[in-house]
């Protein structure tokens, strides 16, 4: 069965950083482009970045770029985001998704998801 | 951020037909397939439709997918109690150096 949890959530002040986690199980995990997105309360999902199945080849959400960086140890079937100079707009519940592979490349083809962590950037 | 425009809300009586519009540009839906992901409060979005018209196992044929030129279409026939959710298109976008993009939702509601 295919498991995707996050981890590395929680309270952090404005300015502050954040690392999260997604450990992957029941897929080999290698073989597939992962994705984060988030969602602000009340509002709808907004991809984040994604990165390819080596970890060659990653794309950002233009606003988000500098600050977030994505990246992944195959080794450990982890996916990670580091969140840097955290705002209060960044409060959102954050999923890491699966890329079902069906394309080739990057799409919005997500065909698992965790169930998401929380992130509250609040003095 | 969301360059996928959806109308906010669409609703009918259960074994109606609803649509769901997703209007997107030359750079995102022109060029991309489409997928479609329902929503319930709560919880994680889960896939509908991918590449733009194909549906997952376990998605009825009660749903289908489209798209022509620059814009996309949801339908959902014979409209259940159960298929009251918010509903998202999402494609990648070419412009830039690439990058995903959602809809803004539309609230679909079982009269």
């Known amino acids: 069965e295919v498991q995707l949890v996050e981890s590395g959530g929680g309270l952090v002040q404005p300015g502050g950083s954040l690392r999260l986690s997604c450990a992957a199980s029941g897929f080999s995990f290698n073989n597939y482009w992962m994705s984060w997105v988030r969602q602000a309360p009340g509002k709808g999902p907004e991809w984040v970045a994604n990165i390819k199945k080596d970890g060659s080849e990653r794309y950002y959400v233009d606003s988000l770029r500098g600050r977030f960086t994505i990246s992944r140890d195959n080794a450990k079937n982890s996916l990670y985001l580091q969140m840097n100079s955290l705002r209060a707009d960044d409060t959102a519940v954050y999923y890491c998704?699966?890329?079902?592979?069906?394309?080739?490349?990057?799409?919005?083809?997500?065909?698992?998801w965790g169930q998401g962590i929380l992130v509250t950037v609040s003095s | 951020q969301s360059v996928l425009t959806q109308p906010p809300s669409a609703s009918g009586t259960p074994g109606q037909r609803v649509t769901i519009s997703c209007s997107g540009s030359s750079s995102n839906i022109g060029p991309n397939y489409v997928y479609w992901y329902r929503q319930l409060p709560g919880t994680a979005p889960k896939l509908l439709i991918y590449k733009t018209n194909q549906r997952p196992s376990g998605v009825p044929d009660r749903f289908s997918g489209s798209k022509s030129g620059t814009s996309a279409s949801l339908a959902i026939s014979g409209l259940r109690p159960e298929d009251e959710a918010e509903y998202y298109c999402a494609a990648w976008d070419d412009s830039l150096s690439g990058w995903g993009v959602f809809g803004t939702g539309t609230k679909v509601t079982v009269l």
């Open positions: 998704a699966r890329d079902s592979s069906r394309v080739v490349g990057a799409t919005m083809d997500f065909d698992h």
